[in-house]
T-cell receptor
Framework: RKEVEQDPGPFNVPEGATVAFNCTYSNSASQSFFWYRQDCRKEPKLLMSVYSSGNEDGRFTAQLNRASQYISLLIRDSKLSDSATYLCVVRRYQTGANNLFFGTGTRLTVIP | DAGVTQSPTHLIKTRGQQVTLRCSPKSGHDTVSWYQQALGQGPQFIFQYYEEEERQRGNFPDRFSGHQFPNYSSELNVNALLLGDSALYLC??????????FGPGTRLTVL
């Protein structure tokens, strides 16, 4: 079973729409959770960390449910510039190192 | 303040050859992790270096090896290249357990 699973999409939404991405993780020892954004042929960049209490950054809201091992990202009022691949990431300490485990990514295209 | 840098940006090799990729971490970071990202996939962890030692290794064969230098920069070496090694190789630096910041990557094509 993959460490992190997410729907690869693609999601094609009109400008102004609200879109939600979900992912699940398999290892309950995972300690930290993130959403990264990756533009085509570029490196991943941290979008936001995810906390159990839920956290918001402008139009972006992230939520973590540790009991269900489920992470979500909500984007409100989608902009053309939001078009990218969104990677669900968990961090887990493993014998001397903190490793990141990535999902396959969910591709979002915002249409004019 | 320069971020994470990697060289070269692109590389074309043939099967059986060897390749060395280089990474300079962000200023103040002492930990370097390497990832392989195949087309359409998320990055996969190769290994992590801290204090010039390999601290953890992902599910990659011994053909993949690395090194970290006293200035915290790092190299990734891949021997006996296979077609399946074609990918974007990403280096990420951090301050131990802090957020990892990625470099622009090296795109390796094996023919």
């Amino acid at each position: 079973r993959k460490e992190v699973e997410q729907d690869p999409g693609p999601f094609n939404v009109p400008e102004g729409a609200t879109v939600a991405f979900n992912c699940t993780y398999s290892n309950s020892a995972s300690q930290s959770f993130f959403w990264y954004r990756q533009d085509c042929r570029k490196e991943p960049k941290l979008l936001m960390s995810v906390y159990s209490s839920g956290n918001e950054d402008g139009r972006f809201t992230a939520q973590l449910n540790r009991a269900s091992q489920y992470i979500s990202l909500l984007i409100r009022d989608s902009k053309l510039s939001d078009s990218a691949t969104y990677l669900c990431v968990v961090r887990r300490y493993q014998t001397g190192a903190n490793n990141l485990f990535f999902g396959t990514g969910t591709r979002l295209t915002v249409i004019p | 303040d320069a971020g994470v840098t990697q060289s070269p940006t692109h590389l074309i090799k043939t099967r059986g050859q060897q390749v060395t990729l280089r990474c300079s971490p962000k200023s103040g970071h002492d930990t370097v992790s390497w990832y392989q990202q195949a087309l359409g996939q998320g990055p996969q962890f190769i290994f992590q270096y801290y204090e010039e030692e390999e601290r953890q290794r992902g599910n990659f064969p011994d053909r993949f090896s690395g090194h970290q230098f006293p200035n915290y920069s790092s190299e990734l070496n891949v021997n006996a290249l296979l077609l399946g090694d074609s990918a974007l190789y990403l280096c990420a630096s951090s301050s131990w357990s802090d957020t990892q910041y990625f470099g622009p990557g090296t795109r390796l094509t094996v023919l």
